[in-house]
């Protein structure tokens, strides 16, 4: 089986470096990616596209999806983190969302320390391994496109690569040292025998 990862094209928020709502919308750079990234994938005979709920990688997928005419299905595991409500709508660099993030970095091994009504990591790589292990389930000869965001990406990266050594910390270092860009290309195998392969990382030739 062959997972496609694309991360959802840009929006004005992204551009602007402020920490996004579920409604954020592409902007008309994101949708220009979007219909970029749907003629690369033409040609990949792609079954499945799971998309996440959040509207910029729902917009994303319904590109995709019309120029492929392919249904789309919601999958709430690829949903984009929860981050505290408090940072919301804020600049990445307002002072109290750097408080809130540092506290959140300085706990963020203890699998019981929220700072509010976040996601932890623990929360996150529960999620990701309930996607992961359905995805097992699948036809092993079917192709299908994930479309979600960067940070789920990132920790499905990461799983991939370490399986079950995956630690906070060892995420964290892939987080903070691997680049994921708008609509961004991945692609990930998956068999019985050795279980997921990443194949590549983060193509954006279609650009």
């Known amino acids: 089986m062959k997972i496609l990862l694309v991360r959802h094209g840009e929006t004005l928020l992204n551009k602007q470096k402020v920490h996004q709502k579920p409604d954020t919308p592409l902007a008309d750079s994101g949708f220009e990616q979007a219909s970029k990234i749907a003629n690369r994938l033409e040609d990949e005979k792609i079954d499945k596209i799971y998309v996440s709920p959040l509207a910029r990688a729902h917009q994303t997928a319904t590109v995709i999806a019309d120029k492929l005419h392919i249904p789309i299905e919601i999958r709430t595991e690829l949903e984009e983190i929860r981050r505290p409500t408090a940072i919301i709508g804020k600049s990445h660099k307002d002072d109290s969302t750097m408080a809130i993030k540092a506290k959140i970095k300085e706990n963020y091994s203890d699998a019981n320390w929220h700072h509010s009504d976040e996601e932890n990591f623990a929360d996150l790589k529960k999620r990701v391994m309930a996607l992961l292990n359905s995805l097992k389930n699948e036809d092993q000869e079917s192709t299908i496109l994930?479309?979600?965001?960067?940070?789920?990406?990132?920790?499905?990266?990461?799983y991939v690569l370490l399986g079950d050594h995956m630690t906070p910390e060892s995420f964290l270092h892939v987080y903070n040292h691997s680049e994921l860009s708008n609509t961004g290309l991945s692609a990930i195998e998956y068999n019985k025998d050795k279980g997921f392969n990443l194949l590549f990382w983060n193509d954006t030739t279609h650009y």
Do not use: E, P
């Not at 479309?147 to 990461?158: C, D």
């Open 146 to 158: 994930l479309v979600t965001h960067g940070y789920i990406a990132k920790i499905i990266g990461t």
